[in-house]
């Protein structure tokens, strides 16, 4: 049985991290993708096909090439995930502008 791959699976390793972040400019192919890395060619084929059996990036065959792009439609899980964290984030932030604030309102006030 085959084993079922997620996102978060994908995105746990930092090279897969980096051939997102490579093809969110523009879908390149894949002989292009393994010369960016020093890695072999087997290894980017490997991390290709974990991105794609986890439906981040799809592989088009073009003439003699195989052409990746990113489908970032795949990242939502990602973001809705990432979600909670942000909110809670974004309010630590506003307490300590608040606290700044406070602070340099208080040193022009001397």
Do not use: Y
Not at 6 to 29: C, K, N, Y
């Amino acid at each position: 049985m085959e084993k079922r791959r997620d996102v978060f699976q994908a995105i746990a390793d930092p090279t897969r991290r980096d051939i997102i972040s490579l093809l969110a400019g523009r879908p390149l192919p894949l002989n292009a993708i393994a010369d960016r890395f020093h890695l072999s060619r087997q290894a980017i084929s490997l991390h290709i096909k974990i991105l794609t059996e986890c439906g981040l990036i799809a592989v088009q065959p073009q003439g003699r090439e195989r052409h990746c792009s990113i489908q970032a439609d795949k990242l939502a899980a990602i973001d809705a995930w990432l979600s909670p964290f942000r909110a809670l984030w974004e309010a630590r932030f506003e307490r300590l502008d608040q606290v700044l604030t406070t602070i340099q309102s208080t040193e022009h006030a001397d």
